[in-house]
């Protein structure tokens, strides 16, 4: 995700409601490719799962879209192998994704329902203007009438359009689940002041979603993506990307998340190494291959206990 740095209206918001008792639940997202550009099949999320659990609390991850790579056939009966929890994707831009990745999803979820926490239809389109909120929330309803009523389906978006209100439709629609994404990177923030806009930026959206809603547990908020690239990757103004600085940001800003009780998912568990650089907000070239938190090998790059 990417968000420029407009400045930010104070903040005037209830504390967010995930404030619970409990901390968070830890995930991460994981890719469907491996360090070569080919598709992982069930045993390469097999090993991925391995290393998730050995070197995290975490039991659950997420992807983009079912159909790519097969991920939907390839990455159930691997979770089911290892007791892992599953958010599956749905890229709804272009028709012919949309039905390929409901048909992806469609084809596992009576077998693996107990292994699939929940489906996203569509990731940032709201940021990206894709779709408006109605649109969106005509998608995310054709896909909730397909499948199992266990398996919640929402969609997930960067934190400043379910502040801002471009989301309210589908907060009002009654879905059952929305993925909040906030990358205090991609506003440019020097890894000191990193933690505190990471926090505001869930405050403001978690408020003004629970606002909408009017209420405090419906629907259930998880931080969708969040996460700090380690050496080798690019910087984005006073943001750089460095291994110790992604530590810090685990240490302060995730650690501190889960404990405020707000679940996430990290992003990514590994690096990348075959995407191509993308064009940043600021037109430069930006290394899309270092925000794992482990290489590609599953070498671990900082600890990720808190
Ligand atoms: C630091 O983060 C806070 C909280 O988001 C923000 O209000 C402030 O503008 C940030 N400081 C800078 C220098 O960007
Ligand atoms: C509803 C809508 O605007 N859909 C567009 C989303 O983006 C894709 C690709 O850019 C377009 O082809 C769709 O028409």
């Known amino acids: 995700m990417r968000v420029s740095t407009a400045s930010l209206a104070l903040l005037s918001v209830a504390a967010p409601a995930a404030v619970q008792a409990a901390t968070g639940t830890l995930g991460f997202a994981l890719g469907t490719k491996k360090a070569d550009g080919t598709c992982k099949f069930q045993a390469d999320y097999e090993d991925d799962f391995d290393l998730i659990s050995q070197h995290s609390s975490a039991s659950i991850v997420r992807g983009y879209s079912a159909s790519d790579c097969n991920a939907a056939a390839e990455i159930m009966p691997a979770a089911a192998a290892k007791n892992f929890q599953v958010v599956l994707g749905i890229w709804p831009d272009v028709q012919e994704s949309f039905e390929a990745d409901t048909s992806a999803i469609t084809a596992v979820a009576d077998e693996y329902q107990d292994n699939i926490y929940a489906v996203t239809v569509g990731s940032e389109t709201l940021y990206r203007g894709n779709f ?15 499948l199992p009523s266990s398996i919640k389906v929402g969609t997930a978006d960067s934190w400043n359009k379910f502040d801002d209100g471009t989301a309210d439709a589908v907060i009002r629609g009654g879905v059952d689940i929305l993925f909040v994404n906030a990358f205090a990177y991609w506003q440019g923030q020097d890894i000191d002041n990193a933690t505190a806009t990471y926090f505001e930026d869930m405050q403001r959206a978690f408020g003004h979603i629970q606002d909408v809603s009017g209420s405090l547990d419906s629907p259930e908020l998880w931080n969708g993506e969040t996460g700090w690239p380690t050496t080798g990757g690019s910087d984005f103004g006073p943001a750089e990307a460095s291994t110790e600085n992604a530590q810090q940001y685990w240490q302060q800003g ?9 679940s996430l998912f990290y992003f990514e568990a590994f690096d990348e190494p075959w995407k191509p650089d993308s064009i940043g907000d600021n037109g430069e070239a930006a290394d899309e291959k270092h925000w794992g938190a482990m290489t590609v090998d599953g070498d671990l790059k900082f600890s990720l206990e808190c």
């Open 132 to 146: 408006t909120g109605e649109e969106l929330l005509d998608k995310i309803n054709t896909v909730k009438d397909q």
């Open 254 to 262: 995730v650690c501190g998340m889960l404990e405020w009780g707000v």
